[in-house]
């Protein structure tokens, strides 16, 4: 799949741009996924899906704007990141989006898009979960990065979206393709089984956590840290050693437990 090195002007009019508001996101949603209608920033569903083949600010644009992805994977709750620009999807508009046969063939391909961007091997003919497909090389975007990444929420709106639409067997499918990949990229564990509700599984799996060497190690110092302090305590009270060891017991265990609790605080917090 091809970049450009070049933002389409629909982009920067959602970078820094004015939507506008005259109407709102919500009335606008209907016309916009049938093919009639333009979204707050002026862009039809077509110029959204041209995203994938440009970047922004030297960073893919599906990766850089924001304020896309409620359009494409509209939720019934507003959306934190563009609260004002993104539309709410109503039960009302769910249900001709159900009928609709334009819609239907458009959440397909956004699905699709988004699945690319993500590096997951799918078959559009087939709307089957392909890992010999996969590309690596775009895995990061979904990789863990302090226990935390916004496209994890972008994955939950997906979620929830082919949910309502009632796209069951592309929720599971996808589940599984993130549930095959949880071992190596570490996947947040509430958004892992939140993933899992969405896509009907019963007992949504624990993502796995990474093993930290660091947290390893600083635990290890905790305990001969501990070790020490304690040793020095009771010396200084009960005898055993002279002043000096008492001291250098201080000096070496407090410090160590100290540094080493701070380190293996980030460590459980970085999880």
């Known amino acids: 799949m091809s970049v450009v090195a070049a933002a389409l002007p629909s982009q920067s009019a959602r970078i820094g741009g004015r939507p506008d508001l005259s109407c709102s996101p919500t009335d606008r949603l209907l016309a916009f996924y ?4 333009k979204d707050v920033f002026g ?3 077509n110029q959204v899906l ?3 083949h440009t970047t922004t ?3 893919p644009a599906l990766e850089k704007i924001h304020n896309y992805i409620q359009w494409i994977f509209p939720n019934p709750l507003p959306s934190n990141a563009a609260k004002e620009t993104s539309p709410l999807l109503t039960p009302a508009i769910l249900a001709q989006m159900k009928t609709n046969a334009i819609a239907q063939e458009r959440v397909r391909k956004a699905f699709a898009m ?3 961007f993500y590096g997951i091997g799918y078959d559009e003919t087939t709307e089957t979960f392909d890992p010999l497909r996969n590309d690596r090389g775009r895995h990061s975007w979904i990789a863990a990065r302090g226990g935390f990444n916004h496209n994890y929420q972008r994955m939950t709106r997906i979620f929830i979206f082919l949910n309502a639409m009632g796209m069951k067997e592309q929720a599971l499918g996808f589940y599984h393709a993130l549930a095959a990949l949880d071992a190596t990229y570490h996947f947040n564990v509430k958004s892992f089984r939140l993933w899992g509700k969405q896509a009907g599984v019963t ?3 624990v993502a796995t956590k990474p093993v930290s060497v660091l ?3 600083a635990t290890i110092w905790i305990v001969v840290g501990g070790i020490l302090t304690v040793l020095g305590l009771l010396s200084q009270h009960y005898g055993g050693l002279d002043s000096g060891a008492v001291a250098w017991c201080y000096y070496l265990g407090i410090p160590i437990l100290g540094l080493s609790f ?3 605080m980030q460590t459980c917090l970085s999880s």
């Open 34 to 37: 049938t093919g009639t209608g």
């Open 43 to 45: 862009c039809d569903f």
């Open 50 to 52: 041209e995203f994938e």
């Open 57 to 59: 600010q030297g960073t």
């Open 114 to 116: 988004m699945l690319r």
């Open 203 to 205: 007992a949504p799996r």
């Open 215 to 217: 947290g390893s190690i």
């Open 262 to 264: 701070l380190i293996k």
